[in-house]
């Protein structure tokens, strides 16, 4: 059964360093999401792209991070520099259509000391 | 503004028993999708099941079940027989013409045997 891949799987950094994520999507899909799910609560949407083009990244802080998806295919989640607030998981989605359902993978858990 | 509320943050049960996990939407929109996810400890998100919002129909899956209720904008889960497997934390999330999932807060379940 095909799967979203992420790596690495725990991440540990001090703040002010910079850190970035990898995902895979399940292959042919070309929606990839990207969220982030702080301890206790919900995941919320951090960035989304259709194929190699942002269709929503209001909510992500611009500042600090950045994403791309540079061949519709796998997409990178950086940020830079890192901060306290940024300990979370990370979690990479795909879907086949734009409304579709969503599979996420197994996620980023990051630790900024 | 969309919103999912999961009033029950934590429950408890003792194997065999049976379990419903309620979800509470809010919308605008008169097409949008409704969605329960599973998050074990390991992390990642696993889907159960997609509801659009013309289709009120229950659903039943083996010893999961769900029931739609546009009346009371609520969309429950329900475990029957449950096992030490379903502990987990469960996300109810809604989705509109945006397609941008919005979650509660979860309900962590917890199953002893």
């Known amino acids: 059964e095909a799967e979203v891949a992420q790596s690495p799987r725990y991440k540990i950094t001090e703040k002010s360093q910079a850190v970035a994520f990898w995902c895979d999507p399940i292959?042919?899909?070309?929606?990839l999401y990207w969220y982030r799910q702080i301890l206790g609560q919900g995941p919320e949407l951090l960035v989304q792209?259709?194929?190699?083009?942002?269709?929503?990244d209001s909510q992500l802080p611009k500042d600090r991070f950045s994403a791309e998806r540079l061949k519709g295919v796998d997409s990178t989640l950086k940020i830079q520099p890192a901060e306290l607030g940024d300990s979370a998981m990370y979690l990479c989605a795909s879907s086949p259509l734009v409304l579709d359902t969503q599979y996420f993978g197994p996620g980023t858990r990051l630790t900024v000391l | 503004a969309q919103k999912v509320t999961q009033a029950q943050t934590e429950i408890s049960v003792v194997e065999k028993e049976d379990v419903t996990l309620d979800c509470v939407y809010e919308?605008?929109?008169?097409?949008?999708?409704l969605f329960w996810y599973k998050q074990p400890p390991s992390g990642e998100l696993v889907f159960l099941i997609r509801r659009n919002s013309f289709d009120e129909q229950n659903e039943i899956s083996g010893r999961y079940s769900w029931n739609f209720q546009k009346s009371t904008s609520s969309f429950n889960f329900t475990i029957t027989a449950s096992q030490v497997v379903d502990s987990a934390v469960y996300f109810c999330a809604l989705s509109d013409n945006t397609d941008k999932l919005i979650f509660g807060t979860g309900t962590r379940l917890q199953v002893f045997p």
């Open positions: 792209f259709q194929d190699e083009s942002v269709v929503d």
């Open positions: 292959s042919g899909h070309a929606t």
């Open positions: 919308t605008r929109d008169t097409t949008y999708y």
